[in-house]
């Protein structure tokens, strides 16, 4: 089974979070709780639920991660770009992702 994180976007800024292992949402997808089973999967799923339906977050998705080094890379290109930031100058306080991470 491929490792997963619960992700979403905060409904006060539209931000990227990630879970964390305190059951807080992190800006930080490195602070995510890694699901490594079914039954992991399952409970993220159902916080995911509950915290949309509390209007905490919106768009809510488990996501696949792998870790290397003790670094979670997702596997997706977008999710690389969600946690990395935009892929250019994009405004004040917003640098750039970093090509390495988000490259596929």
């Known amino acids: 089974m491929v490792d997963k994180v ?3 976007n905060r409904l006060t800024d539209g931000i990227a979070v ?6 807080k949402w992190s ?7 890694v699901a490594r089973h079914n039954e992991a999967v399952a409970a993220l799923e159902a916080i995911g ?9 919106v768009d809510v998705a488990v996501v696949e ?3 290397t ?3 979670l890379w997702p596997l997706r290109l977008r999710e690389r770009i ?3 930031g ?18 596929v």
Not at 18 to 23: E, M, Q
Not at 27 to 33: F, V
Not at 49 to 57: H, I, L, P, Q, R
Not at 86 to 103: H, R
């Open 6 to 8: 619960l992700t979403a």
């Open 49 to 57: 639920k509950k915290s949309y339906a509390d209007n905490e977050v």
């Open 86 to 103: 935009p892929t250019m100058e994009y405004a004040p306080g917003y640098a750039p992702a970093d090509p390495e991470f988000i490259a």
């Open 27 to 33: 800006t930080s997808l490195q602070e995510a709780l």
């Open 82 to 84: 969600r946690a990395q």
């Open 18 to 23: 990630w879970l964390d292992a305190n059951g």
């Open 65 to 67: 991660v792998q870790e």
């Open 69 to 71: 080094n003790g670094i």
